[in-house]
């Protein structure tokens, strides 16, 4: 390994050493960068690795609000504005229980480089809260996210910093803290959140963005190769808004989603989740309990496996982990090399352990392809979204989706040009931190060190 990367890395582990996720990421994009470190020995000489793996600001504080039985509650609340040198920070706020300062820097880190790929003019944040919100009523959630977005909204606005939705924080969590925003700003400043409801601001196709793009990103994958969606049977992790996405459009090009896991277990419906009635029951399930994917299989009449996780059956042609971090560890990954899959196409943020991912990359009849390209769908149609708000205008979907295909396709492209310039052949996982990392390096580079 090249000897300023090491420093680095064992510098920021011994700087960082209770918080894993972070680390892993950190560990996973570092390893990646020796042929653009080795061309650049300038960078050394600014420390710009060791000012990149610095958040530029971490904001925590507390969440103080009131339940429907009048009891008080304290949850922790955390913005971690990692990486402005492109844009006005961009990334989304997570509400879950486990969520950490750790998570939240992994997945500001990523973002600063998924931001970059896109090619449009946004920087890395993220955040979010402990708080979680299955179980709670909607006066709760609203009086929650009210709550939040009061200790948050002087660190954002839509020059400085525009959050959007994440895991547990969708279209109605935005609105709330959007409601509350605009009351304390005084202002309808509209590009200040993204994921809003399009009759305020928001953009049309934005909930299906992130499994649309990972859709459009795969796409590119099978050109390459020959190849198309058609006949294509896929394993997804998770049926959330992402897993949701990608069932759709891939239904819609004539492939089909045959394996689905949810925390209890996973389903198989060889017949592929594919007609109008199967999407619209996902949605009505999972609001009505998103811990259970078990109706389902009662609902169509299919194999349902509990406790246990689709990763290494053999009857499909692509697994795409749609769900949380660390999803696929070393079991799971050796299961799926000996399946004989080809396509290994991550969605969900880091859902792959580093040694798990190293062992699928290793695989001569696979390819891999990093979440950080490949769901970048979602973070462009929320800048785009921020472009209308900026405009005064509505696009319509078609104008938007549009624009969805042209930038994972640019995505994906500059993955394998710079990959090959490099000497590294085909490999979607390296081209991309080094695209991504090159953009923000430049950025950095030409704004002087601070």
């Known amino acids: ?59 925590e504080f507390r969440v103080t609000w009131e339940d429907d039985n009048h009891e008080w509650h304290v949850n922790r609340g955390y913005r971690v504005q990692y990486n402005a040198a492109l844009g006005p920070y961009k990334g989304g706020i997570r509400f879950d229980p486990s969520v950490n300062l750790s998570i939240i820097k992994f997945l500001g880190f990523e973002q600063t480089f998924k931001d970059a790929m896109t090619g449009l003019p946004i920087g890395g944040a993220k955040g979010g809260s402990d708080f979680d919100p299955r179980g709670r009523s909607d006066a709760e959630v609203m009086r929650f996210c ?52 399009v009759s305020t601001g928001g953009s049309l196709m934005r909930p299906e963005a992130t499994g649309y793009g990972a859709v459009y990103y795969l796409m590119e994958v099978l050109k390459h190769d020959g190849t198309d969606l058609k006949g294509k049977r896929i394993a997804i992790s998770g049926y959330g808004n992402v897993g949701w996405g990608i069932m759709q459009k891939v239904a819609e090009l004539g492939g089909k989603v045959t394996y689905f896991a949810g925390p209890d277990g996973y389903i198989h419906d060889p017949d592929g989740v594919d007609t109008k009635e199967k999407l619209d029951y996902i949605l009505e399930m999972r609001a009505k309990d998103p811990m259970h994917c078990a109706p389902y299989a009662e609902k169509f009449g299919c194999e349902f496996v509990p406790g246990q996780k689709c990763w290494g059956v053999k009857d499909v042609d692509v697994y795409m982990p749609s769900a949380t971090q660390n999803d696929v560890n070393l079991e799971w990954a050796e299961k799926i090399a000996a399946s004989g899959v080809k396509y290994y196409i991550e969605v969900a943020n880091m859902p792959t352990t580093n040694d798990a991912l190293a062992l699928l990359r290793a695989q001569k009849h696979m390819v891999v392809a990093p979440s950080k390209a490949v769901n970048a769908g979602g973070v462009s149609v929320s800048e785009l979204e921020m472009a209308q708000n900026a405009e005064r205008l509505y696009w319509s979907a078609e104008e938007v989706d549009e624009k969805l295909k042209g930038i994972m396709k640019n995505i994906y492209n500059a993955s394998v040009e710079v990959a090959e310039r490099y000497g590294l052949g085909y490999d979607l996982v390296a081209g991309a931190n080094l695209v991504g990392f090159q953009k923000v390096a430049d950025a950095m580079m030409a704004q002087g060190i601070f």
């Open 1 to 59: 390994m090249n000897q300023y990367i090491e420093r680095v890395l064992n510098a920021t582990k011994a700087k960082n050493a209770n918080e894993p996720e972070f680390l892993q990421t950190v560990e996973e994009v570092l390893t990646s960068l020796e042929p653009v470190i080795n061309a650049h020995p300038e960078y050394e000489k600014a420390a710009l690795l060791e000012r990149m793996v610095e958040p530029e600001r971490v904001i």
């Open 146 to 197: 009210q709550a939040f977005i009061t200790e948050l909204y002087r660190h954002i606005g839509q020059d400085i910093d525009c959050p959007a939705g994440d895991l547990g924080c969708g279209g109605r969590e935005i609105g709330y803290m959007y409601g509350q925003y605009r009351r304390i700003v005084g202002a309808a400043e509209m590009g200040a959140l993204s994921g809003k409801a």
